[in-house]
């Protein structure tokens, strides 16, 4: 089966801090790799994403590090803010023709970052 | 343009009945996704359909199933409901064919008493 492992299950920073939540996988087809978040009583939203020819993508205070070799890929949330406080969930996605992309997500992290 | 939305956001059943949710997607998506979040197993694939077909189905029984309408709207529906069946489920729509980027709902949260 088709797997992504995520770690921590949960993480506590203080405000200004780098969390940086680590997911693996095994499958090597997969070829897209998005970063959710959610809020209680949210659906997850999209906060960014990269394909295994990149190495790192930065999008405003997020950065995603990506190492294939490893079958690695990790989230890191800089200057992080209260308001950054929610679940995050890795997910790894392999492109078929003719249909939208099958999301595998890993089992989330729990972040709460202090005042 | 307005999200994904879904209704209703809360049911309540027992064991043995059938339940129907449903999605609209983002206007101008052809594409709906279903996920069933829960505590023990995550996010987990139901399902996705586009132009009224199923194209994928994830490793559920076949008590879950769905169907897509020709405005591109979604409803599911899973039968003899079980306890285990009690989830957030969430719905995601695309614009279809090799687009990577599916936006979710805020989800019908289901408990079966």
């Known amino acids: 089966q088709q797997q992504v492992k995520q770690s921590p299950q949960s993480l506590i920073v203080q405000k200004g801090g780098i969390p940086i939540i680590n997911c693996a996988y095994e499958n090597t087809a997969f070829d897209y790799f998005p970063w959710y978040q959610q809020f209680p009583g949210k659906g997850p939203a999209l906060l960014i994403a990269i394909r295994p020819d990149v190495s790192e993508k930065k999008e405003g205070r997020f950065t995603i590090s990506f190492n294939k070799s490893a079958k690695q890929f990790s989230l890191h949330i800089m200057d992080s803010q209260p308001g950054d406080s929610a679940t995050y969930f890795c997910?790894?996605?392999?492109?078929?023709?003719?249909?939208?992309?099958?999301?595998?997500f890993g089992s989330g992290t729990q972040l709460t970052v202090l005042p | 343009k307005a999200g994904v939305t879904q209704t209703p956001r809360y049911l309540i059943k027992t064991r043995g009945q059938q339940v129907t949710l449903s999605c609209s997607p983002i206007s101008g998506h052809r594409s709906v996704s279903w996920y069933q979040q829960t505590p023990g197993q995550g996010l987990q694939f139901l399902f996705e359909?586009?132009?009224?077909?199923?194209?994928n189905k994830g490793n559920f029984p076949g008590r879950f199933s769905g169907r897509q309408f020709s405005n591109s709207r979604s409803e599911m529906n899973v039968s003899t409901l079980e306890l285990g069946d009690s989830a957030l489920y969430l719905c995601a729509s695309s614009l279809g064919t090799g687009v990577n980027t599916q936006y979710f709902g805020p989800g019908t949260r289901l408990t079966v008493l």
């Open positions: 997910a790894a996605s392999i492109g078929t023709s003719g249909s939208a992309r099958q999301l595998t």
């Open positions: 359909y586009f132009s009224e077909t199923q194209r």
